[in-house]
């Protein structure tokens, strides 16, 4: 296929049909009809010069505007075309790869993290003999650097770190929970004595917390840039596989050994991490990079408050601002009596590790599931409708422990054993995945430049109303009278729960209707003639129409 080409004077310049652009013309332009031989060799002009040939069997490009000095014709392929190109080379193979490299382990590793934690649990419960209040408010306590999620978010968003601002923080969580777990491991006496246990409770959180925001915002600046709207369901699907052999592998080792092992187990899982993550370079990904990074404080001040100014922007929007509000206020209102009903599990029941181990498997398999499910069908659904459903199965849910708590599952035939193995982990599963289509949804409308700033916000909301969940819970734990030794009011407590959980569904309507959509690349249902035809038609199309803007251009001068 030849293009119709601009002649002036002695250089050549192709028309670009795609974006049309005219610069600098001072002549009014002609048609070069010359060119227009059906013999590839005869296309000369005047000094013999030809154009190149184009492989009919490769996508037809657009060209873009070439000038040179000389009076050389040169037809390259657009910024955008090239772009495309490159994009579906680059990123399509090495970007992705880096991608599923660092984030996959990423959230591989974070899901795992149940495995010493299972472990840490079992220390407080058992070694440690803490009250079940005390130990949920250790769990809850050690969440409070999470809180400053938003923090974290700005600084990586702002502050880059030898020319990046996404992997440096994420390895620098990393390094934070290696030296937090690693004195769990190596030196016994800091896990005998609580305050020295919460520090290093408060450290690895705090480490996980800065990982956790610098992964988020690589999944949604990456899928912003690459139009891969759907990223965080496979960031799920990564994390509920590290839940799955975390939890299985601590139910079969946690009678084994002692604690301290898998806290090592873990720590060199982590050094593993790292070393990864130094390896993997930010520019890979196809990541904004600044363009220059050695600058002064004072501008990095500036940035930090732009990077504020643009985040209360983002979150006064009605439609991040309310979706977000209802996910808060429905974690927040229900009061969590975890710690009560691990202790009543653990010292009542006389569960073994292995089965708690593995009801937590069965659900994060249940999790998996669930994103799957919802990665492939499920985005179809209305929102609201979606959130409805999983949010009265929460509800539900809840009431397994009282089944359990009361014995029902004893006249029915079914061990405790093989009921708390089936059903303990299920409320837990639906109230993360509850996250997914929400995740989703603030990627999606997140402004551009303010992904670590919003996902690092929204984050903290969330790990701020479970906390409030968690001390709501302690607190009425201590109303009703559980203890370690008298569980008789733990089932009024699951009612309340259950009835707190369905209070949001008063107010879902904040909730939109639509969910974020993946959009298509390729068009279907058009044969190759029926495509090249249509970009035949735009070429001339478009050639057409910069032509006549020259024309009039030329005409007003």
């Not at 009678?255 to 070393?275: D, E, W």
Request: net charge positive; charged share 15%.
């Amino acid at each position: 296929m030849n293009y119709p080409l601009i002649c002036n004077n002695n250089s050549f310049s192709t028309i670009s049909p795609k974006v049309p652009r005219v610069r600098d013309f001072n002549v009014k332009p002609m048609f070069c009809t010359s060119f227009h031989s059906n013999n590839p060799s005869s296309n000369t002009v005047n000094r013999g010069f030809k154009l190149p040939l184009i492989d009919k069997t490769r996508p037809v490009l657009s060209p873009n505007i070439v000038r040179t000095g000389s009076g050389e014709v040169s037809v390259r392929e657009s910024k955008r075309g090239k772009g495309e190109k490159d994009v579906k080379r680059g990123f399509g193979e090495v970007g992705i790869r880096q991608m599923l490299v660092l984030c996959g382990l990423g959230y591989w590793v974070q899901g795992f993290r149940c495995f010493p934690w299972l472990a840490l649990n079992f220390h407080m419960a058992h070694n440690l003999n803490l009250h079940p209040s005390t130990l949920q408010l250790v769990q809850y306590s050690g969440n409070l650097p999470m809180v400053a999620k938003p923090l974290y978010g700005i600084l990586s968003d702002a502050l880059y770190i030898g020319g990046a601002h996404r992997i440096p923080y994420i390895c620098i969580g990393v390094l934070l929970q290696i030296l937090s777990w690693g004195p769990l491991a190596l030196v016994p006496v800091v896990g005998k004595a609580l305050p020295t246990l919460m520090a290093c409770v408060l450290l690895s959180n705090l480490g996980a917390s800065i990982e956790e925001v610098a992964k988020d915002a690589v999944v949604a600046e990456y899928g912003q840039k690459h139009r891969m709207v759907g990223l965080q369901s496979y960031a799920f699907m990564a994390a509920a596989a590290g839940g799955i052999l975390g939890n299985l592998l601590g139910g079969y080792i946690l009678p084994k050994v002692p604690p301290t092992t898998m806290f090592l187990m873990f720590g060199v899982l982590l050094s593993v991490q790292l070393t990864i993550s130094l390896s993997v370079k930010e520019g890979s990904l196809g990541l904004a990079q600044p363009s220059h990074y050695d600058v002064p404080r004072k501008s990095i001040s500036e940035s930090i408050k732009k990077q504020i100014s643009n985040l209360v922007m983002a979150i006064s929007e009605e439609s991040i601002s309310r979706p977000l509000t209802w996910l808060v206020a429905s974690v927040a209102m229900v009061p969590i009596l975890s710690g009560s009903i691990f202790c009543y599990q653990t010292q009542c029941l006389n569960l073994d590790p292995s089965v708690i181990g593995m009801s937590r498997v069965i659900g994060q398999l249940t999790l998996l599931t669930l994103t799957v499910l919802y990665d492939r069908y499920w985005k179809k659904v209305s929102l609201r409708k979606l959130i409805g459903i999983v949010q009265i199965s929460y509800a539900f849910s809840l009431l397994l422990d009282f089944i359990l708590v009361r014995q029902i599952n004893l006249q029915l035939g079914i061990p405790n054993e093989v009921f708390a193995l089936c059903f303990s982990g299920l409320a837990e599963t639906l109230a993360q995945f509850k996250l997914l289509p929400f995740s989703m949804l603030l990627a999606s409308l997140c402004p551009q430049g303010c992904e670590g700033s919003l996902t690092s916000f929204s984050a903290s909301t969330l790990c701020l109303s479970s906390i409030a969940s968690g001390f709501l819970g302690i607190g009425l734990a201590s109303l009703i009278g559980i203890t370690s030794q008298d569980y008789s009011s733990l089932p009024v407590g699951i009612l309340i729960q259950f009835l707190a959980a369905l209070v949001p569904l008063l107010w879902i309507h904040h909730v939109p209707m639509s969910q974020p959509l993946v959009e298509k690349v390729g068009k279907k249902g058009m044969s190759k003639r029926t495509r090249k035809n249509r970009r035949v038609g735009k070429v001339v199309l478009d050639s057409v129409y910069v032509y006549r803007r020259e024309r009039e251009s030329g005409a007003q001068k």
